[in-house]
């Protein structure tokens, strides 16, 4: 199978914070949190950059936890209802684990919602590049078919919409 060639990093959107004796998985996006991701300034924005075609044939990775799959649902109303797959490497920060996913997947285009310090550091391995992501931030890639340390060329970043 081919590498994905363009890869797409969410930091999940503003989330609740966790009540005495809640697992970390089940904390929600705020009500402000999910708004500023449906907002005009917010995924639709960030999407827009991605050409039709990319977006059209892209595939959705998510955490599982339920902050994350809220995020990847509010990327899917952005680019087009599809499935959504949970990887659990994504919740469990395995950069090594991702990595052969990604080198498995015969996907044009992945998009992969997560949670911090992950999607810095995945950026940094595959760019180089040192970025600080905020809730609902989004960092495009072209990536290096070998998916070597520093090969890949970060297209472009949007900082979270904020709320």
Do not use: K, Y
């Amino acid at each position: 199978m081919s590498n994905a060639r363009t890869l797409i990093l969410v930091r999940h959107g503003s989330a609740e914070r966790a009540l005495p004796g809640m697992p970390d998985e089940e904390r929600s996006l705020t009500p402000d949190g999910q708004a500023a991701l449906r907002a005009p300034g917010g995924f639709a924005r960030s999407f827009s950059l991605v050409d039709e075609e990319a977006r059209s044939r892209a595939v959705i990775w998510a955490s599982p936890a339920l902050r994350a799959q809220q995020t990847a649902q509010a990327v899917a109303e952005a680019i087009g209802q599809r499935p959504i797959d949970a990887l659990p490497c994504l919740f469990e920060q395995d950069a090594d684990a991702f990595l052969d996913a990604l080198r498995a997947t015969d996907a044009e285009c992945v998009v992969a919602v997560g949670h911090i310090p992950f999607m810095e550091r995945v950026t940094e391995r595959l760019c180089g590049a040192t970025l600080s992501f905020s809730p609902g931030a989004v960092a495009c890639m072209r990536l290096d078919d070998t998916l070597a340390p520093c090969e890949s060329d970060l297209l472009w970043f949007v900082q979270g919409p904020g709320c």
